[in-house]
């Protein structure tokens, strides 16, 4: 159980269902769902994520692996996923 409420795409404010629609094609993780009770918290996140995800492109770690790190990176306790 997410020791943060998570914001369903069904419940989003127009600010986050735009996010959730667009840049995450409608199908957004626990990780953005618990940062959409902060908008501009998940679209910094949503760049910082996208720009470590370039730079490890073509390495072995998996997609679990790679959402810890970039989590850990960014200071965000891995808990809430």
């Known amino acids: 159980m997410a020791r943060i409420a998570l ?11 735009q996010i ?4 995450l094609r409608g199908k957004p ?5 618990a940062l959409a ?6 679209k910094n ?3 910082f994520y996208a720009s470590v995800g370039r730079r490890w492109t073509g ?3 998996n ?4 959402a ?3 989590l850990m990176a960014a200071g965000i306790a891995p808990s809430i996923m």
Do not use: C, W
């Not at 914001?7 to 127009?14: D, V």
């Not at 009770?37 to 998940?42: I, T």
């Not at 997609?63 to 790679?66: A, D, L």
């Open 7 to 17: 914001i369903e795409p069904e419940h989003a404010n127009p600010e986050v269902k």
């Open 20 to 23: 959730y629609d667009g840049t």
């Open 29 to 33: 993780g626990n990780a953005q769902k």
């Open 37 to 42: 009770h902060r908008p501009e918290m998940l």
């Open 45 to 47: 996140f949503l760049s």
């Open 59 to 61: 390495s072995s770690m």
């Open 63 to 66: 997609s679990s692996t790679f």
């Open 68 to 70: 810890y790190r970039s």
